[in-house]
């Protein structure tokens, strides 16, 4: 028998070395092809995986996952505006500029010009009065598109880059639904010459999707997708913006440990770790680097207002003054990401101006932690402290609760309700499903429940006001009247309707919505977490930096519409940087320089003479602007006559240049004209 | 023609179409038994996606519409066997409007070729080591062996994966971390896209054999010592016939029967996808479809992936029923 | 024919197994851990932040601390204490089940076996994994008693199957015979005859049952779907790997849990190996037994 085990024994070992070397063959042929993809000139995130990943109609619900879910907000898709959170100013983009009537019954939308989709044709307000139409005709089958229905009543293409937009009801706040405030607007242009006469549910805009974008997809499959930059992206020209990476690829990864497993060894560019594990991968990577800001969803408790004692002010607030939110920080990852919060908002400055000090202090439950306050607010009521330690209300209820959450683990519900047990409250962790725990708030069938502000205004407070109207009350999912200040209350949110944040009448208008928001306290605001990502080094650097620093809207968070910004930004550590305009030829340089010194002669001869202007002096002066203008005009010539030789990047550079200096020039003779 | 095997066959048949229409019931009434509804899952996308919907209520409603949601469950019931019959499969909900087939088709090839070959595999090396340890006397060895994969297979699965992408795909880099095939390879019949699949599929086969094996093992090794006993083995070796000619023969090909139904019976299960397995090595298979519809409340591809399970299930446990008669003639058609 | 061997017979027979003593010694160690070692432990060892987080170990905290600064030794012993109760009851449960089905099934035949049989089916044939995610979503309060129930309805149709065939195979002994012709009512006949000979086969069926709900808890705690606010041993590996144990390299916080599963189960497997090797007669006569 020993000979058969030598022998089984050998067959194995063999077996497993067949295995081994048949493995070492094949990576052999994967790396081969593998240097299709220049690591240096890649970025790689992760995502999730698509079902269907051929279905680029954005507007429809597969289209919105795969939008969602691979960068197609910041690499295919632009939109008319973006919002840059810090200082808060809109950034056009296909847009330049809009325009309000008087009486807000109607908006002008100004295009820009030189954009074109990816396949040449040019953009302009045709594709915009399209999107319109389509999307109020097919309401309410596309996505938004019953926004577009309430909203809008008419589209007018004024001229090729101009569109009237007339509203049905007047409103302020239109330009919003156009703008990328974080991740993406709500209506985008799609192009009139592809989906013309197609059926917008149906169609698919595949292969060869039609974008504006700076990338287009060569590869997009259930897990992987791979876009490639476009050397002809209208940005390169009109914005002046290179995106720097050659390929991106958002590839689904699996589970959140191999995310973590796969930053470390340098094999993603960016991604999302725990916090406690990225200060471990640290120290054995250096590459890496965390980048965060504010969280705009910050945590609450969310409140069944409906149900006994917990319908009682003072019940919520001795609940708001028993949470010690610096424990729920710690357990929640510790006090450099976590920060407890006293309001609904998020920790921007446009918002947070709107957060009074004054009323904080005297609504100071949602300030301090003071458990023996809370105590003392429910023995005023008349409670008490039954054998097991728990109150009893007057009428035999126990105050026992059941806390309603879905994240799983959950280290925040396990800080609460031991705090709550201190002061004689008692909680029962239910773990729902996401799903049910969406199902069970809308319907309102909970007593307390984790929640986040979800849509909590980012760019005005009144976005978060406006969604406690009671016109938004139905019969079927309740939000609670705030009694007894609902009147007031809806009468101050369509006052502020009709104004601007700016208003001084808006200011006080705000005071007063937040002290009833929170003296009502249906949502009791526990803490914020940074919402960061991790990025590694080792291949792009010159990630921008969060949160201050300015002209910070361009974010890593590759799942923002503002990816793309931080794309142009980066540098890599390997190659050298893609510029837009490449080196200009010797002699051009030469003739260049020696023209814009000649012109520099001319404007000193100018300004010499403008010392001393007569009517004389201004027929000189009008010799000497035609003089410049010839300059100028040989100059546009000599860059025209390179254009054949020299690919279109360098004649970019040269028209930039060009441009650059004859802008010099008018504003020297718009300074000429302008009485000193 | 009144066979005893044609009533046998029919019997065994209408057997199936019971136990079938019961499971497809229960397919049906599980995912919308469950709380959360699909569209409500589709409004927080959208809601989440970007601040808030105004007019959700009427996409809504559209929708309910489309999907049929709005009829009471009884007609949805009929609705969906009337839409069975004539092979519909019904439209996404959470990637409308692509029919379920087209996410069925794209995912079913990967979950049958990885599992089709891991359980094969396993199978094979399970009886080969089952042979081994009922059929020699070394107490130890047999100990040994047995231990080992009797340990491997029971710890818990996803562990098991995690730790062997760690080691064998980060730390040390033999094999890919996942996917089910290198990015920059187009699916096509090429050499080049089948080595990649294979090389992609190492990994997840490998964590999927560990575990395997020893469930096979230990019924193998039951069966032959079982078989030891018996007094045909004694007769055969009084003949005069070798050790090994009367293991292979006799002893094996006598236990290897049950083995092969239960072999076609796990084989009619890997329709389901094994789902951890896909999760953690990002396999495109049919597990993270589920998963995923089962996020979704997607009703229509729930129902789909586990009417493609039970079918498969049964299908193979019908043929068996049908086959094994003919190949042990100690059962006869008859019952009883 | 009752058994002719006395209790102390059996017990010489079981030692006998190299296999049952190795599980015994496998499995008895984690009982005793799970249920004598909660009366060692205080409660306050597994409060939030009792200690600093994540420690490695030390005298005070034999195996370290969580994420969330509670004490490892003290969360293994109460989730190896849950785990084995949920095993026990959903073992328990499920072969109860499994046996008066399959018992009816096989003693009774004809029609009510072929229903029998045909509902046994249905439920084997769900994909398992499936039923169980789908059934915790729908279940919106997985308390413990609710997920016993739960994996209990995963084990009793393989009890019913193979009790059943047991049943069968006894029926046609002649034993049964003579006890019949000698007048004993039905009632008697089973309680008497036949449930004796099925007792060890019981127990293994009961072993097998209580492995696969363990491993099923465990399945689904690892993924997150364990029963709210208890700590089993599913759901420790499930927090080990979220906060990434594994790249943290906190050996001392995934490994326990893990050892003391493969203990469990290793034992319970090698428990039913050697059972397995006793009673069942074709085995018995290789083995010597």
């Given at each position: 028998m020993s000979s058969k085990s030598l022998k089984f024994s050998l067959t194995i070992t063999a077996a497993m070395a067949l295995i081994l070397l048949c493995s070492e063959m094949l990576s052999m042929v994967n790396n081969v092809s593998a240097q299709v993809y220049p690591r240096e000139e890649t970025i790689i995130v992760p995502y999730r995986r698509v079902s269907d990943p051929t279905f680029y109609n954005f507007y429809m619900p597969a289209g919105a996952w795969v939008l969602a879910s691979r960068g197609g907000r910041a690499l295919l898709q632009e939109y008319f505006f973006s919002y840059d959170i810090v200082t808060g100013k809109l950034i056009p983009e296909l847009a330049t500029g809009y325009e309000y009537e008087r009486d807000f019954s109607a908006m002008k939308l100004y295009l820009r010009r030189g954009v074109t989709w990816n396949d040449g044709v040019p953009f302009t307000s045709k594709d915009v009065v399209f999107t319109f139409n389509l999307l109020k005709e097919w309401a309410p089958k596309l996505c938004y598109s019953t926004l577009v229905k309430k909203w809008v009543k008419e589209v007018v293409?004024?001229?090729?880059y101009t569109v009237l937009i007339k509203f049905t009801k007047p409103t302020a706040r239109f330009h919003w639904l156009l703008t990328?405030?974080?991740?993406?607007?709500k209506i985008y242009p799609i192009p009139e010459h592809v989906f013309k006469g197609k059926d917008p549910t149906k169609f698919r805009n595949w292969p060869n999707p039609v974008f504006t974008g700076p990338y287009r997809v060569i590869k997009s499959d259930a897990d992987v997708a791979v876009f490639e930059r476009r050397d002809d992206w209208w940005g390169i020209k009109v914005l002046g913006l290179m995106p720097q990476p050659k390929y991106v690829i958002y590839k689904n990864i699996g589970t959140a440990e191999k995310v973590a497993m796969a930053l470390e060894k340098n094999e993603l560019d960016l991604g999302d770790m725990d916090y406690s594990v990225y200060l471990a991968a640290r120290e054995k990577n250096p590459y890496l680097k965390m980048w965060g800001i504010p969280t705009p969803c910050n945590w609450l408790v969310d409140v069944n207002v409906l149900k006994y004692p917990l319908n009682i002010p003072e019940v919520r607030y001795a609940i708001s003054y028993a949470i010690n939110r610096t424990k729920v920080a710690e357990v929640m990852g510790g006090l450099e990401v976590v920060t407890p919060v006293?309001?609904?908002?998020?920790?921007?400055p446009s918002v947070q101006k709107f957060v009074f000090s004054d009323v904080l202090s005297k609504c100071d439950w949602v300030l301090r932690y003071d458990p023996d306050r809370s105590i003392k607010l429910l023995e005023d009521l008349g409670f008490k402290r039954g054998p097991d330690g728990i109150f009893v209300t007057p009428n035999g209820t126990r105050l026992s609760f059941e806390y309603l959450t879905y994240s799983e683990p959950d280290p925040m519900a396990l800080a609460i309700r031991d705090d709550l047990k201190k002061i004689g409250i008692e909680i029962t962790i239910h773990r729902v499903d996401k799903a049910v725990w969406e199902d069970l708030m809308r319907k309102g069938q909970y007593e307390l429940a984790f929640n986040y502000a979800s849509s909590?205004?980012?760019?005005?407070p009144y976005d978060w006001y406006k969604k406690f109207h009671s016109e938004l009350y139905s019969p079927e999912t309740p939000y609670y009247k705030m009694n007894p200040w609902q009147e007031e209350y809806d009468k101050l949110v369509d006052r502020l309707a009709t104004m601007r944040d700016t208003d001084p009448e808006a200011a006080g208008i705000y005071k007063r919505l937040l002290e009833i928001r929170l003296r009502f306290l249906r949502k009791i605001p526990v803490a914020a977490r940074f919402e960061f990502i991790i990025i590694n080094e080792k291949y792009w650097t010159n990630w921008p930096a969060p949160?201050?620093?300015?002209?910070?809207?361009?974010?890593?968070?590759?799942?923002?519409?503002k990816f793309i910004y931080a794309l142009c930004h980066i540098r890599s550590k390997v190659k050298a940087p893609t510029l837009p305009p490449k080196e200009i030829p010797e002699e051009i340089k030469k003739s260049i320089e020696e023209l814009s010194a000649k012109i520099d002669k001319v404007s000193e001869e100018l300004s010499a003479k403008i010392a001393k202007v007569t009517p004389a002096g201004y027929e000189e002066l009008k010799a000497t602007v035609a003089k410049l203008k010839s300059s100028t005009e040989e100059l546009s010539e000599k860059v025209e006559s390179f254009s054949a030789a020299i690919d279109r990047a360098n004649m970019l550079g040269y028209a930039g240049v060009g441009i650059g200096i004859i802008a010099i020039v008018i504003a020297i003779i718009a300074i000429a004209r302008k009485p000193s | 023609m009144e066979s005893p095997i044609l009533r046998y066959i029919i019997k065994r048949f209408i057997n199936f179409i019971i136990v079938a229409f019961g499971a497809i019931t229960i397919n049906f009434a599980l995912p919308r038994l469950m709380p959360g509804d699909p569209l409500a899952a589709m409004l927080m996308e959208m809601e989440t996606l970007s601040e808030g919907v105004e007019g959700g209520k009427e996409i809504i409603e559209y929708y309910v519409k489309e999907f049929g949601l709005d009829k009471d469950i009884f007609t949805q019931y009929v609705c969906y066997l009337k839409q069975l019959l004539s092979g519909d499969l019904g439209p996404s909900i959470m990637a409308y409007p692509t029919p379920v087939q087209d996410l069925l088709a794209k995912v079913i090839p990967w979950s049958i070729g990885l599992l089709l070959t891991t359980t094969i595999l396993s199978w094979i090396i399970g009886n080969v080591l089952g042979v081994f340890v009922g059929w020699s006397k070394k107490r130890r060895l047999n100990g040994i062996i047995t231990v080992v994969s009797l340990g491997f297979s029971v710890i818990p699965y996803y562990i098991l994966a995690l730790i062997l992408v760690f080691l064998f795909?980060?730390?040390?880099?033999?094999?890919?971390?996942?996917?089910?095939?290198?990015?920059?390879?187009?699916?096509?019949?090429t050499l080049e896209f089948i080595a990649s699949v294979l090389y992609h599929s190492l990994l997840p086969a490998l964590s999927i054999l560990l575990v395997a094996v020893g469930g096979w093992l230990i019924s193998m090794r039951s069966l032959i010592v079982s078989i030891l006993g018996e007094d045909y083995l004694l007769f055969a070796e009084a003949k005069g016939l070798k050790k090994n000619v009367i293991m292979m023969r006799y002893a094996f090909r006598n236990a290897l029967l049950p083995q092969v139904t239960g072999l076609a019976l796990s084989l009619g299960g890997i329709v389901s996808g094994a789902l951890l397995t896909e999760q953690i090595f990002a396999y495109p298979g049919v597990g993270t479809l589920f998963f995923d519809a089962f996020r979704y409340r997607d009703y229509n591809v729930m129902q789909a992936v586990l009417l493609f399970a039970t079918l498969g299930t049964l299908g193979a446990a019908f043929i068996i029923d049908i086959l094994y008669p003919l190949v042990d003639p100690r059962i006869c058609y008859e019952e009883g | 024919m009752k058994s002719d061997k006395s209790r102390t017979q059996h017990l010489k027979m079981l030692l006998r197994s190299k296999s049952f003593v190795a599980g015994i010694c496998m499995f008895v160690p984690m009982l005793l851990l799970g249920f004598l070692g909660p009366l060692f432990i205080s409660p306050d060892r597994i409060k939030i932040l009792a200690y600093p987080k994540e420690l490695p170990p030390s005298l005070e905290n034999p195996l370290g601390t969580d994420i969330i600064g509670r004490d490892i030794l003290a969360q293994l012993i109460l989730s190896l204490r849950l785990s084995l109760l949920l095993g026990i009851f959903a073992g328990g449960i499920g072969i109860a089940i499994g046996t008066i089905i399959g018992f009816i099934a096989g003693y009774k035949g004809g029609l009510i076996d072929d229903a029998l049989r045909n509902i046994t089916d249905i439920f084997l044939v769900i994909p398992t994994w499936c039923f169980v995610v789908v059934i915790s979503a729908y279940i919106a309060r997985l308390t413990v008693p609710m997920l016993a129930l739960l994996l209990a309805s995963l084990s009793w149709p393989g009890t019913a199957r193979r009790i059943r065939s047991q049943v069968m195979s006894l029926r046609e002994r002649p034993f049964i015979d003579l006890a019949r012709i000698s007048g004993e009512r039905d009632t008697e006949i089973i309680f008497k005859e036949i449930l004796p000979n099925l007792l060890p086969y019981l127990g293994m069926c009961f072993a097998g049952a209580m492995t696969g709900a363990m491993m099923a808890e465990v399945g689904l705690g690892i993924i997150g779907l364990g029963p709210e606010e208890s700590c089993t041993l599913g759901i420790m590996i499930h927090w080990a790997t979220y906060y990434g144990a594994i790249v943290k390299g906190l050996w001392w916080w995934l490994l326990p849990p893990i050892i003391c599963i493969i203990f469990v189960f290793l034992g319970l497997n090698l428990i039913n190996i050697g059972l397995d090797e006793i009673y069942n007669p074709r085995l018995r006569k290789v083995t010597g037994l």
């Amino acid at each position: 028998m020993s000979s058969k085990s030598l022998k089984f024994s050998l067959t194995i070992t063999a077996a497993m070395a067949l295995i081994l070397l048949c493995s070492e063959m094949l990576s052999m042929v994967n790396n081969v092809s593998a240097q299709v993809y220049p690591r240096e000139e890649t970025i790689i995130v992760p995502y999730r995986r698509v079902s269907d990943p051929t279905f680029y109609n954005f507007y429809m619900p597969a289209g919105a996952w795969v939008l969602a879910s691979r960068g197609g907000r910041a690499l295919l898709q632009e939109y008319f505006f973006s919002y840059d959170i810090v200082t808060g100013k809109l950034i056009p983009e296909l847009a330049t500029g809009y325009e309000y009537e008087r009486d807000f019954s109607a908006m002008k939308l100004y295009l820009r010009r030189g954009v074109t989709w990816n396949d040449g044709v040019p953009f302009t307000s045709k594709d915009v009065v399209f999107t319109f139409n389509l999307l109020k005709e097919w309401a309410p089958k596309l996505c938004y598109s019953t926004l577009v229905k309430k909203w809008v009543k008419e589209v007018v293409a004024l001229d090729d880059y101009t569109v009237l937009i007339k509203f049905t009801k007047p409103t302020a706040r239109f330009h919003w639904l156009l703008t990328a405030i974080i991740c993406a607007a709500k209506i985008y242009p799609i192009p009139e010459h592809v989906f013309k006469g197609k059926d917008p549910t149906k169609f698919r805009n595949w292969p060869n999707p039609v974008f504006t974008g700076p990338y287009r997809v060569i590869k997009s499959d259930a897990d992987v997708a791979v876009f490639e930059r476009r050397d002809d992206w209208w940005g390169i020209k009109v914005l002046g913006l290179m995106p720097q990476p050659k390929y991106v690829i958002y590839k689904n990864i699996g589970t959140a440990e191999k995310v973590a497993m796969a930053l470390e060894k340098n094999e993603l560019d960016l991604g999302d770790m725990d916090y406690s594990v990225y200060l471990a991968a640290r120290e054995k990577n250096p590459y890496l680097k965390m980048w965060g800001i504010p969280t705009p969803c910050n945590w609450l408790v969310d409140v069944n207002v409906l149900k006994y004692p917990l319908n009682i002010p003072e019940v919520r607030y001795a609940i708001s003054y028993a949470i010690n939110r610096t424990k729920v920080a710690e357990v929640m990852g510790g006090l450099e990401v976590v920060t407890p919060v006293s309001t609904c908002f998020p920790l921007y400055p446009s918002v947070q101006k709107f957060v009074f000090s004054d009323v904080l202090s005297k609504c100071d439950w949602v300030l301090r932690y003071d458990p023996d306050r809370s105590i003392k607010l429910l023995e005023d009521l008349g409670f008490k402290r039954g054998p097991d330690g728990i109150f009893v209300t007057p009428n035999g209820t126990r105050l026992s609760f059941e806390y309603l959450t879905y994240s799983e683990p959950d280290p925040m519900a396990l800080a609460i309700r031991d705090d709550l047990k201190k002061i004689g409250i008692e909680i029962t962790i239910h773990r729902v499903d996401k799903a049910v725990w969406e199902d069970l708030m809308r319907k309102g069938q909970y007593e307390l429940a984790f929640n986040y502000a979800s849509s909590p205004g980012i760019v005005s407070p009144y976005d978060w006001y406006k969604k406690f109207h009671s016109e938004l009350y139905s019969p079927e999912t309740p939000y609670y009247k705030m009694n007894p200040w609902q009147e007031e209350y809806d009468k101050l949110v369509d006052r502020l309707a009709t104004m601007r944040d700016t208003d001084p009448e808006a200011a006080g208008i705000y005071k007063r919505l937040l002290e009833i928001r929170l003296r009502f306290l249906r949502k009791i605001p526990v803490a914020a977490r940074f919402e960061f990502i991790i990025i590694n080094e080792k291949y792009w650097t010159n990630w921008p930096a969060p949160m201050g620093y300015p002209g910070a809207y361009a974010t890593p968070q590759w799942w923002w519409h503002k990816f793309i910004y931080a794309l142009c930004h980066i540098r890599s550590k390997v190659k050298a940087p893609t510029l837009p305009p490449k080196e200009i030829p010797e002699e051009i340089k030469k003739s260049i320089e020696e023209l814009s010194a000649k012109i520099d002669k001319v404007s000193e001869e100018l300004s010499a003479k403008i010392a001393k202007v007569t009517p004389a002096g201004y027929e000189e002066l009008k010799a000497t602007v035609a003089k410049l203008k010839s300059s100028t005009e040989e100059l546009s010539e000599k860059v025209e006559s390179f254009s054949a030789a020299i690919d279109r990047a360098n004649m970019l550079g040269y028209a930039g240049v060009g441009i650059g200096i004859i802008a010099i020039v008018i504003a020297i003779i718009a300074i000429a004209r302008k009485p000193s | 023609m009144e066979s005893p095997i044609l009533r046998y066959i029919i019997k065994r048949f209408i057997n199936f179409i019971i136990v079938a229409f019961g499971a497809i019931t229960i397919n049906f009434a599980l995912p919308r038994l469950m709380p959360g509804d699909p569209l409500a899952a589709m409004l927080m996308e959208m809601e989440t996606l970007s601040e808030g919907v105004e007019g959700g209520k009427e996409i809504i409603e559209y929708y309910v519409k489309e999907f049929g949601l709005d009829k009471d469950i009884f007609t949805q019931y009929v609705c969906y066997l009337k839409q069975l019959l004539s092979g519909d499969l019904g439209p996404s909900i959470m990637a409308y409007p692509t029919p379920v087939q087209d996410l069925l088709a794209k995912v079913i090839p990967w979950s049958i070729g990885l599992l089709l070959t891991t359980t094969i595999l396993s199978w094979i090396i399970g009886n080969v080591l089952g042979v081994f340890v009922g059929w020699s006397k070394k107490r130890r060895l047999n100990g040994i062996i047995t231990v080992v994969s009797l340990g491997f297979s029971v710890i818990p699965y996803y562990i098991l994966a995690l730790i062997l992408v760690f080691l064998f795909a980060y730390e040390i880099r033999i094999f890919p971390s996942g996917g089910g095939y290198a990015i920059n390879i187009n699916p096509s019949l090429t050499l080049e896209f089948i080595a990649s699949v294979l090389y992609h599929s190492l990994l997840p086969a490998l964590s999927i054999l560990l575990v395997a094996v020893g469930g096979w093992l230990i019924s193998m090794r039951s069966l032959i010592v079982s078989i030891l006993g018996e007094d045909y083995l004694l007769f055969a070796e009084a003949k005069g016939l070798k050790k090994n000619v009367i293991m292979m023969r006799y002893a094996f090909r006598n236990a290897l029967l049950p083995q092969v139904t239960g072999l076609a019976l796990s084989l009619g299960g890997i329709v389901s996808g094994a789902l951890l397995t896909e999760q953690i090595f990002a396999y495109p298979g049919v597990g993270t479809l589920f998963f995923d519809a089962f996020r979704y409340r997607d009703y229509n591809v729930m129902q789909a992936v586990l009417l493609f399970a039970t079918l498969g299930t049964l299908g193979a446990a019908f043929i068996i029923d049908i086959l094994y008669p003919l190949v042990d003639p100690r059962i006869c058609y008859e019952e009883g | 024919m009752k058994s002719d061997k006395s209790r102390t017979q059996h017990l010489k027979m079981l030692l006998r197994s190299k296999s049952f003593v190795a599980g015994i010694c496998m499995f008895v160690p984690m009982l005793l851990l799970g249920f004598l070692g909660p009366l060692f432990i205080s409660p306050d060892r597994i409060k939030i932040l009792a200690y600093p987080k994540e420690l490695p170990p030390s005298l005070e905290n034999p195996l370290g601390t969580d994420i969330i600064g509670r004490d490892i030794l003290a969360q293994l012993i109460l989730s190896l204490r849950l785990s084995l109760l949920l095993g026990i009851f959903a073992g328990g449960i499920g072969i109860a089940i499994g046996t008066i089905i399959g018992f009816i099934a096989g003693y009774k035949g004809g029609l009510i076996d072929d229903a029998l049989r045909n509902i046994t089916d249905i439920f084997l044939v769900i994909p398992t994994w499936c039923f169980v995610v789908v059934i915790s979503a729908y279940i919106a309060r997985l308390t413990v008693p609710m997920l016993a129930l739960l994996l209990a309805s995963l084990s009793w149709p393989g009890t019913a199957r193979r009790i059943r065939s047991q049943v069968m195979s006894l029926r046609e002994r002649p034993f049964i015979d003579l006890a019949r012709i000698s007048g004993e009512r039905d009632t008697e006949i089973i309680f008497k005859e036949i449930l004796p000979n099925l007792l060890p086969y019981l127990g293994m069926c009961f072993a097998g049952a209580m492995t696969g709900a363990m491993m099923a808890e465990v399945g689904l705690g690892i993924i997150g779907l364990g029963p709210e606010e208890s700590c089993t041993l599913g759901i420790m590996i499930h927090w080990a790997t979220y906060y990434g144990a594994i790249v943290k390299g906190l050996w001392w916080w995934l490994l326990p849990p893990i050892i003391c599963i493969i203990f469990v189960f290793l034992g319970l497997n090698l428990i039913n190996i050697g059972l397995d090797e006793i009673y069942n007669p074709r085995l018995r006569k290789v083995t010597g037994l």
